[in-house]
């Protein structure tokens, strides 16, 4: 039987595609936490196109219908769904920032002063 090092071939071949089976699904876990992100833009981005198009359309006639349509409930409801999408997308928006700066701060602080801290609290 052939064998690669110690191990029998069918063995690293099975390692190999765990390798690739736990990348895949970290992969796809990245995918589904920018899911949200990208399904409250698009909402967003349809509602606002959708309240132009049918609320507030850019004409002479549209200043003139839109007195009576922008109270109609279509318009109510596309207008409430602007500002919900809108403040989710900036709490999401922030999230991911506070969470990059952090990163960040961990990534490029000094190992020295978090030994220091590690040694003061073990004191």
Do not use: Q
């Not at 099975?14 to 920018?34: A, D, E, K, Q, W």
């Not at 049918?54 to 009576?68: D, K, M, N, Q, Y």
Request: glycine share 6%.
């Amino acid at each position: 039987e052939a064998s690669v090092g110690r191990l029998p071939a069918r063995w690293c071949d099975l390692l190999f595609l765990s390798y690739r089976t736990i990348v895949s699904y970290t992969m796809f876990r990245s995918l589904l936490f920018l899911l949200p992100i990208v399904a409250i833009f698009l909402t967003h981005y349809v509602s606002a196109n959708l309240y132009a198009a049918i609320c507030a359309p850019l004409s002479v006639e549209g200043l003139l219908f839109s007195v009576f349509t922008t109270s109609s409930p279509v318009c109510n409801a596309l207008l409430l769904t602007l500002n919900y999408t809108s403040s989710n997308y900036g709490l999401l928006m922030g999230g991911l920032v506070a969470m990059g700066i952090g990163a960040l701060t961990n990534l490029f602080a000094k190992p020295t002063a978090r030994a220091e801290g590690a040694e003061a609290t073990a004191s």
